[in-house]
């Protein structure tokens, strides 16, 4: 394409990116530089009309300058010829009135996985799971290394590089995340929408992390912070365009059940929303770093795929359903060591109902043991899974 454009929330290591990982000669100008800004608005071609290939980072904050990336491309069309990035989806941004449709590839870059951290470069076995038969499922799973992992220290540090690689201390993340957030409201959101109203929104930010794991009630949110639902709506859309909130669907299909369609509600980064929320990490903490991990895996991926939840009106419910062409991999996510049939009814309910195309469940604990619960559900340690 001749333009691919790389987003993700702020810090996550977009400009580092571009710049260092890059190859060949390129120019790069950054929307930080108030001098890059006002080429911009008064002559676009400054920045977009040579033949170099070109790095234009943080172009969320002057979108009109993708009208002119779009008129060079149409002029003359090269792969690779312009690489943008912005710490916003610029597909959801009110003020972007061109989206390059048809000129431009998007990628997401997401706070890193574990297997990142460890210096691996990659996430979750999910592929392998999906492409596995799964009489050959326990060797796969018992061949990742054998490193216990905690599950609450690495909800803790999140997956942003700087707090999760280089903070060594609670005290030393606090800080940085009471910068992110201040930089965020002050900054970063304004380039999205005029929001006059801080402390409401950080209101609804913190709600809304003290809701994670939940699905989404804008009535119930508003009334907890005092907002109408057309503005709780707002905000949470513009959270959502910003890449930090992240919104799941219910999985579609309805055979017999009667389902919920209600969206649930996470975060991109859980050592950001322990922080907002000021809680300990509970069970829907270890079930978004499990989601963070899906949604890293789905982003590498060219063929479709789609992270869903299900639950029932009755109450059956199974915290995420992966997608993946016609395959459905169930997952579930338990806090306990030792996982019991108990555990796993769920699975064993949504497997009853779409046994025609789903994988075997998996069932994700915080203990050590690889085992078969019943033969359509094999229990794995959360960290020989990410």
Not at 11 to 34: A, C, I, W
Not at 129 to 152: G, N
Request: glycine fraction near 8%; proline fraction near 6%.
């Amino acid at each position: 394409m001749p333009a691919v454009v790389v987003t993700g929330a702020r810090q996550t290591g977009k400009s580092t990116l571009v710049q260092e990982l890059t190859p060949g000669p390129r120019r790069y100008f950054s929307f930080d530089d108030l001098d890059v800004v006002d080429a911009a608005r008064r002559d676009p071609e400054i920045l977009v009309g040579e033949s170099e290939p070109v790095t234009l980072d943080e172009v969320q904050r002057e979108p009109a300058v993708l009208g002119a990336v779009k008129q060079a491309i149409d002029r003359e069309r090269r792969p690779g010829r312009f690489l943008l990035t912005g710490s916003a989806n610029l597909l959801l941004m009110g003020r972007a009135s061109e989206s390059l449709a048809g000129r431009a590839s998007y990628l997401v870059l997401s706070p890193m996985t574990r297997r990142e951290q460890q210096g691996s470069g990659g996430g979750g076995i999910w592929g392998e799971l999906l492409d596995t038969d799964e009489q050959h499922w326990f060797e796969v799973v018992a061949a990742q290394p054998d490193e216990p992992a905690d599950w609450k220290e690495f909800a803790l540090r999140g997956g942003f590089p700087v707090p999760a690689l280089e903070l060594g201390t609670p005290e030393e993340r606090a800080i940085w995340f009471d910068g992110y957030v201040t930089t965020y409201l002050e900054r970063d959101l304004q380039d999205l929408s005029a929001v006059s109203a801080l402390p409401d929104f950080r209101r609804l930010m913190r709600a809304a992390c003290l809701r994670l794991g939940g699905m989404v009630n804008k009535t119930d949110l508003g009334r907890d912070v005092a907002l109408p639902q057309t503005t709780v709506h707002r905000y949470l859309n513009l959270l959502e365009a910003s890449l930090l909130l992240a919104r799941i669907p219910a999985y579609a299909v309805n055979r017999t059940k009667r389902l919920i369609k209600s969206p649930k509600l996470y975060w991109a980064d859980t050592g950001l929303a322990l922080h907002l929320a000021q809680t300990t990490p509970s069970g829907a903490h270890l079930e978004n770093i499990v989601l963070a991990d899906l949604l890293a895996w789905r982003a590498t991926r060219t063929d479709h795929a789609e992270v869903c939840y299900w639950r029932t009106t009755g109450g059956e419910e199974v915290d995420f359903v992966l997608e993946a062409g016609n395959r459905l991999l169930p997952i579930e996510v338990k806090t306990t060591q030792r996982p019991s049939l108990r555990d796993i009814r769920h699975l064993r309910s949504f497997r009853a109902e779409y046994s025609d195309v789903s994988r075997p469940g998996l069932l994700l604990h915080t203990g050590t043991s690889v085992e078969w619960l019943a033969p359509d559900v094999l229990a794995a340690p959360w960290w020989r899974i990410l």
